[in-house]
């Protein structure tokens, strides 16, 4: 590669990390406005909308690999971003400011989050890849888990009392960093224009990677772990970092643990019905790394009320270890 190709790649890379940045923030803009019209919690808006709407370039990424014939990025892009998202933003948010575990979240989100990471490392195990109809299963998966959050969100609201009902009116009222929230058309635009900066700046990204990857001699499942993983989530990293800071705890986790198990359900159930995936170069240490840091964190959720600094630094530690190990023993 030469000089110039260096720096074009490189500003390709630039552009494309800057676009899935602000088009993250105008999707998860937009898509709280819409949605605390309906009332619905805090921390479902960080399970559902705000996590599949940071996951975006994810499934972007991973439906543009799977139809360039590299099922290697797709996976290890869903894997690596699942430990990034727990091990370095959590980890990062934890060290910053405890963040407390919903009750919710201890019982129902954070055992489907494991639940989602275990059946994929058993698909993988059985069929070198995932399939079309393991892939069909994961988005009925999807769809479940959804429906079953609002339904389950609903039914909280119209047991509350008047009172505490308004009280969470005021709330949602607040809930934007800005003021109040966009109006119907406003958010309607930053939806759409947020989608379009998403598609935009995964391609970009993409082709970037890919050729550091051709340039370095490494393998498209170590840039899909790595450099993939993290780029494509700067959006779940800026939305919980920020959360964490102003003490939006429930969109702080729940945009983490809701993208986790969109990364693995929706992404992995779309791509595959599209394109079958075929991996050859995801390791059992990826998987482990994947499970390990899926089931730390529900382990510290059952027996603990909050994510402690101790924690985030050790699952930081574990990050940092096993990126090391990656560019270390890339095959």
């Known amino acids: 590669m030469s000089t110039s190709e260096l720096f074009c790649y490189l500003g390709l890379a630039v552009i494309g990390i800057a676009l899935l940045y602000y088009g993250a923030e105008f999707l998860v803009r937009g898509g709280v406005s819409l949605a605390l019209k309906a009332h619905i919690s805090r921390l479902v808006i960080g399970l559902t909308l705000a996590a599949f709407a940071t996951s975006a370039p994810e499934l972007v990424v991973s439906i543009d690999s799977a139809l360039n014939g590299s099922a290697d990025i797709s996976l290890g892009n869903v894997i690596g971003s699942n430990i990034c998202n ?38 993988y195990c059985l069929s070198r890849g995932i399939n079309r109809w393991e892939g069909a299963f994961f988005f009925l998966c999807i769809v479940v888990y959804t429906v079953s959050n609002v339904i389950l969100s609903k039914k909280q609201a119209t047991r509350q009392t008047k009172v505490k009902t308004n009280e969470a009116e005021a709330e949602f ?23 379009a900066m998403l598609i935009m700046g995964a391609k970009a990204f993409l082709i970037s990677a890919v050729a550091f990857a051709n340039a370095m001699g490494i393998s498209e499942a170590v840039i899909g772990l790595t450099i993939v993983a993290v780029g494509t989530s700067l959006p779940e990293l800026a939305t919980s970092l920020v959360a964490a ?52 964190l529900l382990l510290f959720g059952m027996f603990g009320k909050r994510l402690t600094r101790i924690q985030g630094a050790s699952l930081l530690f574990a990050y940092i270890a096993y990126i090391a190990y990656l560019i270390m023993y890339p095959t």
């Open 173 to 195: 009222e607040a809930e934007d960093n800005n003021g109040k929230p966009l109006g119907v058309s406003l958010a309607l635009l930053a939806v759409t224009g947020g989608v």
């Open 245 to 296: 800071l102003k003490g939006e705890n429930d969109i702080a986790i729940g945009n983490i643990v809701g993208s986790n198990i969109f990364n693995v359900f929706c992404i992995l159930g779309i791509v595959p019905v599209i394109s079958p995936l075929m991996g050859q170069s995801i390791r059992g240490l990826d998987f482990a790394v994947m499970l390990g840091t899926s089931g730390a």
């Open 86 to 123: 727990i091990a370095l933003i959590l980890g990062l948010c934890a060290i910053l400011r405890p963040i407390p575990f919903h009750t919710n979240l201890k019982r129902f989100d954070l055992p489907v989050m494991l639940f989602a990471a275990f059946t994929l490392t058993v698909f």
